[in-house]
């Protein structure tokens, strides 16, 4: 038989939140919220929805252990539910948009894009 943990080889340090923590900034998050679509949104679904629940049952006399484990479940379900119902919506949206535009082109094949022209010139002016 023999034995997993080889005194030879070097042992890998375990991960701390601290370590995670030291390796993310605010900026990090802050840069994420502010790229990723729909993230922001479901973050503060998740947030409301998860206080809500935690309350409620900190009132119904449950204790406060129990509340905060509803309360981040409820968080979790609800961020990720909102950010997927979200890309979901965005997906239908861009489709239906490509749709148009594939059925606009059809009906006038010499029009490429929306081209700005300038007013004309009035020459009564001058």
């Known amino acids: 038989m023999t034995d997993r943990h080889n005194s030879d080889e070097p042992q890998k340090p ?4 601290s370590d995670i923590a030291k390796a993310h900034s605010f900026k990090d998050l ?3 919220l502010s790229t990723e679509p729909c993230a922001r949104e479901g973050l503060l679904y998740g947030i409301g ?3 809500t629940v935690a309350v409620l049952r900190v009132f119904k006399g449950r204790s406060f252990v129990n509340a905060g484990n509803w309360g981040f479940l409820s968080f979790a379900l609800v961020a990720v539910a909102a950010k997927k119902l979200c890309h979901f919506q965005y997906a239908h949206q861009s489709a239906k948009l490509n ?3 594939e059925m606009q082109s059809k ?3 010499n029009v490429k894009g929306f ?3 300038a007013p ?3 020459n009564d002016a001058e």
Do not use: I, Y
Request: glycine share 4%; hydrophobic share 25%; no cysteine.
């Open 107 to 109: 009906n006038s094949p």
């Open 99 to 101: 749709t148009l535009f």
């Open 115 to 117: 081209q700005h022209s």
């Open 14 to 17: 375990h991960t701390t939140l």
């Open 120 to 122: 004309p010139k009035d």
């Open 49 to 51: 929805v998860g206080a």
């Open 30 to 32: 802050r840069n994420v």
